[in-house]
């Protein structure tokens, strides 16, 4: 009788020992278990991004500097508002001209709707318009246009306003009249 009592007490005892110990160690080692298959697939997703990497870099190496320069001054990854003024006053002054009363701005993006604030947020790019005030002759003014048009810098020509001059000067009548020309530009870079 007394193995009876023990073999029940070694069948309750292995029972208590499997709710109580192994099965929440079984269940703890199928938690280790799926997040070490979850770390397994995060490094080979990093293994394949650094592949990827690599790639890249190869290539980006690849490029030629000068049109990587050329690249980053058509579109630029920040705004310099200083270099972009004295850019165009050396491109005005090649002409003879000088840029006066520059004022530059954000154009606004504020929009009255929801859908409307999220698509100017989501752009891969932003804006910057440039407003300035010049004078000379109408070929210059050209020559001007012509070397803006050709610069590397992405920039769109808004508004131009150009003014006559009120009255010519004593003994001018050979040379071309000075006009007085306010532009309007606006240039982008990336976010």
């Known amino acids: 009788m007394t193995r009876n009592i023990f073999s029940i007490l070694f069948v309750c005892g292995a029972i208590a020992t499997f709710f109580f110990y ?8 199928q938690t280790l278990s799926a997040q070490n298959k979850q770390y397994n697939a995060a490094l080979d997703k990093a293994q394949q991004l650094q592949q990827l990497k690599q790639t890249l870099l190869t290539r980006y190496n690849s490029f030629d ?3 990587l ?10 705004v310099d508002n200083i270099r972009l003024i004295l850019d165009l006053d050396n491109l005005a002054g090649r002409f003879g001209m000088g840029l006066q009363n520059v004022d530059v701005s954000t154009p606004s993006t504020q ?3 929801v859908v409307g604030s999220i698509q100017a947020s989501s752009a891969a790019y932003d804006s910057l318009t440039i407003q300035f005030s010049t004078r000379g002759t109408y070929d210059q003014f050209i020559q001007f ?3 803006l048009e050709s610069s590397l810098r992405l920039v769109d020509v808004i508004s131009l306003t150009m003014s006559a001059p009120s009255a010519a000067a004593p003994g001018s009548a050979n040379l071309q009249p000075v006009y007085s020309y306010t532009m309007t530009l606006q240039t982008y870079w990336l976010r």
């Open 145 to 147: 246009l012509t070397a």
């Open 69 to 78: 320069n050329k690249l980053s001054t058509m579109l630029p990854d920040q």
């Open 22 to 29: 192994t099965s929440p160690s079984y269940d703890k080692i």
């Open 111 to 113: 929009s009255s709707s």
């Open 65 to 67: 500097p000068n049109s």
